[in-house]
């Protein structure tokens, strides 16, 4: 048997961890052989292939990034061939005498891999995504790290934020579910987190602001880049889409800290945590999840249970059909964002 793997969309810490697990058990279990696919989609879709062994995938382990590398290529969009991107990938599969690919990816790269086993391809999908976003699943890996480092920034900025009693805004990444915004925010003790699932009302963060700086603490606002005011006057769009039609988002801090600074006279300052969140080494957590995912997908593989994602269920790896795996986009219900609104202010 060969086994394709491939990583598309944005790329998370925890990525090399699931090809490493993948391509140990595959030969030291099954005996398969490897392809690995450079950027995501455009790999199968152009025969882009690298080769992929247990020598390939020793000392990975705790980098980040991918060694196959991603692109947010979409098979489905128009490629300016003559073929569809299917046939072209389905050829492409065959020519290399490729049996079963596993997709590693968001909602984006399984959404493409559902059609594609549509098609007739034998894929198992693995999730990942630092917006823990997709309703499957319990946990993607590279959320716990996002969320460690967005925590740590939050901690530094609180110092100095303090010694020049100045308003900070942490712009944190999540597209549009609030969740490292939640996590990071409560994790750092933030004054409010404001997340896109709940419109927020300027006057009432302001309020939160105020009360903050009366305290003798510095208030620390997180706000996750998909939020949005109640006003729509304020809002702020967007910049371009990618190939899957989504909205490059950002700015929504620089907004928020310009209306601070103007309603309450206090001085505010920005930072935006953007790719640092997505880079660097995995923590343990995301080690293990991703190491199990691995495990679980080539396990998959070998019963021929294509179609398939794997998924943390509790504690359990579990396996749920790829179509439930972006049917529903999960995002933050209102009883845990009411857990955290007992610290603002
Ligand atoms: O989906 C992961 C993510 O990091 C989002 O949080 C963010 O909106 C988006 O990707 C950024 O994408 P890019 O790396 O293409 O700018």
């Known amino acids: 048997m060969r086994v394709g793997v491939l990583t598309g969309g944005g790329d998370c810490p925890g990525l090399n961890a699931v090809i490493r697990a993948v391509v140990r058990k595959g030969v030291q279990e099954y005996g398969y052989e490897f392809v690995g696919f450079r950027d ?45 991107g299917v046939e072209r990938i389905k050829d492409n599969l ?36 630092i917006d823990n976003d997709l309703g499957a699943t319990d946990y993607t890996f590279g959320f716990d790290t996002a969320v460690n480092v967005a925590m740590e920034a939050i901690d530094r900025l609180h110092t100095t934020a303090e010694s020049h009693h100045r308003a900070l805004i942490v712009e944190v ?8 915004a939640l ?8 004054n409010v987190i404001l997340i896109p699932e709940k419109p927020f009302e300027l006057k009432r963060v302001c309020e939160y602001v105020e009360h903050r700086f009366q305290t003798r603490y510095a208030p620390i606002v997180v706000v996750a880049e998909g939020a949005h005011p109640v006003e729509d006057d304020l ?82 790896i579990i396996r749920v059909p790829l179509s439930d795996a972006t049917a529903e986009l999960k995002t933050v219900p209102p009883e845990q964002y009411a857990e955290a609104e007992v610290f603002f202010g």
């Open 40 to 84: 995501g989609w455009r790999g199968p879709l152009e025969g882009d292939t690298v080769p992929l062994d247990v020598q390939a995938v020793r000392g990975i382990l705790p980098r980040g990034g991918t060694i196959l590398g991603t692109s947010r290529t979409n098979p489905f969009a128009d490629q300016g061939g003559e073929r569809p």
């Open 94 to 129: 065959d020519g290399l005498g490729v049996d079963a690919l596993i997709a590693i990816g968001g909602e984006d790269t399984l959404g493409a891999a559902t059609r594609l086993y549509a098609d007739g391809v034998n894929v198992v999908g693995v999730p990942k995504t």
């Open 173 to 180: 990444m999540g597209r549009h579910a609030g969740w490292i």
């Open 183 to 190: 996590h990071a925010g409560i994790a750092g003790g933030a």
């Open 235 to 316: 809002a702020v769009t967007g910049q371009g889409v990618d190939a899957f039609g989504h909205v490059r988002l950002g700015g929504v801090g620089q907004m928020l800290a310009g209306e601070i600074e103007k309603r309450t006279g206090k001085e505010a300052r920005v930072a935006v945590l953007g790719h640092i969140q997505r880079g660097g080494t995995p923590t343990a957590f995301d080690r293990v999840l991703a190491t199990r995912f691995g495990l679980h997908a080539i396990e998959a593989v070998h019963d021929g249970a294509f179609g398939n994602m794997v998924a943390l269920r509790s504690t359990d």
